[in-house]
């Protein structure tokens, strides 16, 4: 089947060998231009990868912020690996090339929005770091807005909502803090991705697939993260529940079920102190359709 106007569909292959195993892993991108002027374009970005397999290398032909809707993967870029999930934001630019890992098979969902260099240099104290940052529940929802405004009437769509989504992502970006405790980043990324398949896991089950005390791990997630683990799982639930919602799904209870909460009141809370409105509100906001 044909890509749909306006999309873009790239079907890579890729052949991957370890010791004697080989094995094919197909890679299907998905690209839809929603909206593109004035220096910027508003991408929505479908794709899945085979399990265990990282992707061809990629290099960038302009600045992007690109914020991670759905999903968990890797990206290699400038030597920094970084686990994505929802709650991620990264940036790409022009010439420096990326690599995407995904531990499980399936499909991820991102926004991405391209800018010419006068729009986003500017902004720029430093290089864009090739880490990832969190994106707080305000960024999340209002690039979500901005997604459905480009989905729905895409003429609305202006350069000055565009930057000021973008340069309050880079600002946080310049004020960001790596830990050096590189033992501690990976059990952590390894939780994030873990609780990204199964919000359910709880927290003993998680200390034991990485080996540590519970209370160890938490406290060393809270200062990597600065949420507990409790938090970091709603907030992964809450923002499944927002994309679910700009799809046009009509059924709380379903959504809920399907999403581990205990109900649908139990969801409507959770989403409400997230995203400061309950899902009836936000999903004739965030719609992605007519």
Known sequence: ??????????????????????????????????????????????????????????????????????????RLSDGVEAVLDPTSVYFEAPGREQRLFHAQAGADRRTAIELAPALLEPLLSTALPAAAVTSTPFVDLEHRRLLALAHRTPAQVDVEQVMTLVSSVVAQASSARRTADSVRRRAVDTVRELLTADPRLGLLALARQVALSPYHLSRIFAAETGQTISNYRNCLRARAALERLGEGERSLARMAADLGFADHAHLTRVVRREAGAPP????ELLRFGA
Do not use: N
């Open 1 to 74: 089947m044909a890509p749909r106007p306006r999309e873009r569909l790239k079907i890579l292959a890729r052949l991957a060998s370890s010791g004697r195993k080989k094995a094919y892993a197909l890679r299907v991108l998905v690209q839809q231009r929603l909206t593109e002027c004035d220096g910027f374009a508003v991408v929505d970005v479908r794709g899945g990868l085979g399990a265990g397999v990282w992707s061809p290398p990629e290099t960038p032909a302009s600045y992007g912020v690109v914020f991670v809707r759905s999903g968990c993967f890797r």
């Open 280 to 283: 009836s509100t936000l999903r």
